[in-house]
């Protein structure tokens, strides 16, 4: 399978920023869809957000404070995260499909046949 490979992530204080890239390698897989997931302690891995042909989605938790963007040609896609919560605290997942995503199913973990292997962002007081 094509992996994905996850950077960015690490420690912030409430308010920050940080910032999590996630490149699709393989130019035979094309990633419709790419979108972010999180997962903390003892919860579900739950949906962040999504970027699927020029639309975007994201979580009621994560509005207005995180943005989705991914380059096409780069097959990389990005996400800032501002205004940073304790509740942001969590294992952060890159996640594709090759088919596109949309309004009912971009949050669906099934919806993705790629992940990366996670990276973790800490959010302290």
């Known amino acids: 399978q094509v992996p994905l490979v996850e950077s960015g992530g690490g420690s912030a204080q409430v308010g920050g920023s940080l910032t999590l890239s996630c490149a699709g390698s393989?130019?035979?897989?094309?990633?419709?869809?790419m979108g972010w997931f999180r997962q903390a302690p003892g919860l579900e891995r739950e949906a962040v957000a999504a970027f699927s042909d020029s639309r975007t989605y994201y979580a009621t938790s994560v509005k207005e404070r995180f943005t989705i963007t991914k380059d096409n040609f780069r097959n990389v896609v990005r996400l800032d995260m501002h205004i940073l919560l304790p509740q942001d605290t969590a294992m952060y997942y890159c996640?594709?499909?090759?088919?596109?995503?949309?309004?009912?199913?971009?949050?669906?973990?099934?919806?993705?046949?790629?992940w990366g292997q996670g990276t973790q962002v800490t959010v302290s007081e």
């Open positions: 996640a594709a499909s090759a088919d596109d995503c949309y309004l009912g199913s971009w949050y669906d973990r099934n919806t993705y046949d790629r």
């Open positions: 393989g130019e035979e897989y094309n990633t419709r869809c």
